[in-house]
């Protein structure tokens, strides 16, 4: 079966600092993966998405980029965090064909101090 | 650009009264999913909906798609404390090749008082 592995789960960092964090899938190969942020525990919103290895697409122009080095592995990161950046980052990948769905990595809880 | 709208934004109930969510889309959709945010958890997927006027059922929950699929709503009959959670509903964004990208409301947190 599938699963989708995220970490950490709490990050507490200063402002200025780098950031990464790293999502796996296992059980599945060349998924479609996204970054979601949501803020103040509302709504998500999508900030990249990548369909293979080295394929990123942007959503909102930010702070953050993105990288897929392997099929399965989705990194998010930041040269110099900002306040704004606080947040709960949810990575997800996409199941496709009869019964479309995304599933959820357990989720990084950032808080820029 | 696309939008999806949630209301309400809050629902306090008491236990075994019902609780109805909408969502609304500012254009017209393929499908529509909902999702289930229990506190300090991820979101679970529950359901999709893909035709005009589908209703569908689990257990107590009926979700429904208008019949100009841009709309939906989520109902929960006789609603229990395991209930509790924050319920997003979430469509497919732009037109052509989506890529599976979503665009979610902002959800309605949903609080059962025992």
């Known amino acids: 079966s599938q699963t989708i592995h995220q970490w950490p789960a709490t990050l507490v960092q200063p402002v200025g600092s780098p950031l990464s964090l790293e999502c796996t899938v296992e059980g599945t190969s060349n998924p479609n993966l996204y970054w979601y942020r949501q803020a103040a525990g509302r709504g998500l919103q999508l900030l990249f998405y990548s369909v293979g290895i080295g394929q990123i697409s942007s959503e909102v122009p930010q702070n953050l980029s993105a990288s897929r080095p392997q099929d399965r592995q989705f990194i998010l990161s930041s040269k110099k965090l900002l306040l704004s950046d606080s947040g709960f980052y949810l990575c997800a990948w996409r199941r496709t064909g009869a019964g479309e769905k995304l599933f959820f990595g357990s989720g990084t809880q950032l808080s820029v101090l | 650009g696309q939008q999806v709208m949630q209301i309400p934004q809050y629902q306090h109930v008491q236990e075994g009264e019902d609780f109805t969510t909408y969502c609304n889309s500012s254009?017209?959709?393929?499908?529509i999913q909902w999702y289930k945010q229990r506190p300090g958890g991820h979101p679970v997927f529950l359901i999709q909906?893909?035709?005009?006027?589908e209703v569908k059922k689990q257990k107590r929950l009926t979700f429904q798609f208008g019949e100009a699929k841009k709309n939906s709503s989520l109902h929960i009959t006789a609603t229990q404390t395991t209930d509790v959670g924050t319920y997003f509903c979430a469509g497919p964004s732009g037109g052509g090749t989506s890529y599976g990208k979503l665009t979610f409301g902002q959800g309605t947190i949903l609080t059962v008082h025992p």
């Open positions: 909906l893909v035709k005009s006027g």
């Open positions: 254009t017209t959709l393929s499908n």
